[in-house]
């Protein structure tokens, strides 16, 4: 049976903490587990398979929260499979663009894989993203209209947005930031957008989370195997409080605060990066 030291639990629940706080937000939770691993008193990088092992977890909480949702676009979905009508409905449509939005993120998550795990981790990378899509963010609630629901998101608009999400494989990016700043941009509201984020997210994710369980099963993990199962379940508790915040929050307030959030945030990691207090990898 293995043990596991009081600093290896204490540090997996943080992660897991940060994993369930940050996953629904536009801030990136993949950069804040990165950052995270470099700043705990062990300093290790949790790694991609940590992220996407407690990413299930969070994933669970927006499966029990849309569960109604859920449901009514896959028995809209498998009808429209068995009985080929002419005309889809508005729930049959959303379900073919999940799947059509998922492709991008699928194929590039195996094509990349290498690189996800290795050097697009490196913090310089991250705080640069973090920086960036920060301002996008900005720029697509400034400017976008804010007149589109998601009855009216057809196959071009799932696509992109399935690309967008896809830019969340470099950490720091973030999967809802990317899908949300693209959403806004092509005039979507933010209620909107933030929750075709949450049910795009649902296949990628859930597939790279248990893809990532079953490669690491025998493979050394610098977090263990049992913190993780923690870190993954206080993912679970903590990401269902965000998402019911969240989306009371977009009903009035704008993404300001998370633009300005990220880009102090990344500009703290490259000082702290120029100063040494950190490594880049």
Do not use: C
Request: net charge positive; proline share 4%; charged share 10%.
């Amino acid at each position: 049976m293995t043990t596991y030291t009081n600093a290896q639990w204490l540090e997996a629940a943080f992660l897991g903490l940060l994993q369930g706080l940050t996953e629904f937000l536009p801030v990136s939770s993949s950069a804040h587990l990165r950052i995270a691993g470099a700043l705990l008193p062990s300093g290790t990088d949790p790694g991609a398979a940590f992220t996407a092992i407690t990413q299930i977890g969070t994933e669970a909480a927006v499966l029990l929260y849309f569960r109604r949702d859920i449901w009514r676009i896959a028995l809209a979905w498998l009808t429209a499979v068995a009985k080929r009508p002419a005309t889809l409905s508005p729930d049959a449509r959303l379900g073919w663009l999940i799947i059509l939005g998922t492709l991008p993120i699928a194929i590039l998550g195996l094509v990349l894989k290498h690189q996800i795990e290795g050097n697009l981790r490196n913090l310089y990378i991250t705080a640069t993203m973090l920086i960036g899509f920060g301002l996008i963010l900005g720029a697509a609630d400034r400017i976008g209209t804010r007149r589109l629901t998601l009855e009216r998101l057809g196959w071009g608009h799932g696509l992109l947005l399935g690309f967008a999400q896809a830019l969340a494989l470099v950490p720091g990016v973030s999967r809802s930031g990317g899908t949300i700043s693209a959403a806004l941009l092509l005039g979507y509201t933010r209620e909107a957008a933030a929750r075709y984020s949450f049910l795009l997210a649902i296949p990628a994710v859930l597939a790279s989370g248990f893809f990532e369980l079953i490669d690491s099963w025998d493979k050394p993990n610098p977090i263990g195997g049992g913190p993780t199962l923690l870190a993954t379940v206080l993912a679970f508790g903590v990401g269902y409080a965000v998402i019911v915040g969240f989306l009371r929050l977009l009903r009035t307030r704008s993404f300001l605060p998370f633009v300005v959030y990220r880009v102090v945030a990344g500009a703290a990691v490259l000082l702290m990066l120029a100063n040494g207090v950190i490594a880049a990898r």
